[in-house]
């Protein structure tokens, strides 16, 4: 008998290799999908954040008096149309339901004005923010990115 591998031998020993080969292959795709994907909802985080600054810097710059109207809701598309943010002013608290300068606010913002009794937290929002990826965009293929937050701000 001759001490060498026969052929269901070598056969057998190829096909163990190949199948350990196909599983590292399938993990490693598997990661770099997880990656990617961490990666965009990463960026779809901080999109959030920095589109509710924006909003609430938009907010804090309008002038009621000159429009004669509140803000309702609010828009932003990233600079490279990856994502969509959508915000929305739900309620305006406001001690004793007037503005800084004592006055009533305007007749078209009276169903988002919530009057408060207490004067600390006059001027706070309730802002739902809502962002979206682009579905058109060729980064995001079939991993759709959705992130809605609610929050009590002060612009």
Not at 47 to 57: D, N, V
Request: aromatic residues 8%.
């Amino acid at each position: 008998m001759r001490k060498a591998f026969g052929l269901m031998q070598a056969i057998m020993i190829i096909l163990i290799m190949s199948g350990v080969a196909l599983l590292t292959l399938k993990f490693a795709t598997l990661q770099s999908k997880h990656y990617s994907d961490t990666f965009l909802k990463e960026q779809a985080e901080l999109f959030l954040q920095s589109a509710t600054e924006a909003a609430l810097l938009e907010i804090s710059g309008f002038d009621r008096n000159d429009h004669n109207s509140c803000i309702k809701n609010i828009n932003i598309i990233s600079p490279d149309s990856l994502f969509i943010a959508e915000m929305n002013i739900s309620k305006y608290f406001l001690f004793n339901g007037k503005d800084n300068g004592g006055k009533d606010w305007p007749s078209n913002c009276r169903d988002r004005n919530k009057s408060i009794g207490y004067e600390d937290s006059h001027g706070m929002i309730l802002l739902e923010a809502v962002v979206e990826s682009n579905d058109s965009h060729p980064k995001i293929g079939n991993s759709k990115i959705r992130i809605v937050r609610r929050s009590l701000q002060r612009p």
